[in-house]
Each structure stands twice: as C-alpha cells, then as structure tokens.
C-alpha cells in the first residue's frame, strides 16, 4: 500500500520492528494475538537492557493488531497505561508480546498487553511488563479511507515453540497465522 511505512509492522521499514503476528483463535474475538519479536544491540537503554521507548512501541503494535484483527477495523491509541515489572534482556532470545480484548463499547476498545522474557538463558518465559491500552475505532467507512485492509489469516498452523523457532532462524516474512 502506498505510503505504508510503520515502524511496528511494515516490512520495508529500514528501522522498523518488522514484527509478525499470529492468532491464538481466529473464531474468537477473545483470543489473543500473539508476536516474538528478537531484540537487538541497537534496541537497548542501558547495557544488555531493551529501552523503555522501544517495549512501549511494541506492545502498542500488538495490541493494536487485537483492533484490526479481531475487530476489523483500525483506529487510534487514545491512551496507554503501562507497568515494567522486570528488565527485558536484549541477550537472552526473543520476547512474547501477547494481546486480548478486554471491553468494546460505542467505538472505544480497550486491550491488555504483554512482554514476556527470559530472564537468563535457559529459563522460562516471566512477565515483564503489561499495559492497557485504549483506542478510539473508526467505522467501516473512515477505516476504508485510512486505507484500513483486512488481515489474510494464513492456512498455515504453528506452535508458539515453532514461531520461536522461525524467528531464531530469521525465515519469512510478515504473517498472521493461526497459532496452535
């Protein structure tokens, strides 16, 4: 699409996230979309760290991939409201950003995200940091003209642990697949 360039999504973006997204449930509208996203060097605060900036910036794009793939529509962040529980690693393999619906009324969603981390290699995933965010959602027609497109779930299933896996490996491209 001409003139798309997002710094979460966009594939083209030279310094973007390039961020992939998977649905837990497509059939559920309160299901979450899930993406693993490997930080880098370039994306810390301090040494080892992932910035403050930069987790904000994802868990918006999470959640706002919860408006337009489960309520079909786009929008704007209103309001963000977000608590860091623990450092996220830029070292330790990539992060789980996770996002669901949490209300819907008269045009305004409200959604919960996640960042989930390892804290050491080798260890389990923890929370790291989680938000709420709240949109004001346009209707068909303003959505249309702000170039708003559908997603195209792919018939293609995977686990979290074979996303994980993709992203390591650096394959594809930006999807939104069902997620096992």
Known sequence: ???????????????????????????????????VWMPTYNHQSWINTLHGGMQTTLLDEVCGWVVFAKLQTSGVTAKMDIRYKKAVSTVNGPIVLRARLQSFVHRVAVVRGEIWCKMSAGTEYELAAFCECTYFTFNEQKALEMGYRRPQLSDEEMTLEQVIENVLQDKGKIVYRKLL
């Open 1 to 35: 699409m001409d003139g798309y360039n997002c710094l979460g999504c966009s594939p083209n973006n030279p310094i973007g996230a390039h961020m992939r997204f998977y649905d837990s449930d497509a059939n559920d509208v309160n299901a979450d979309i899930v993406s």
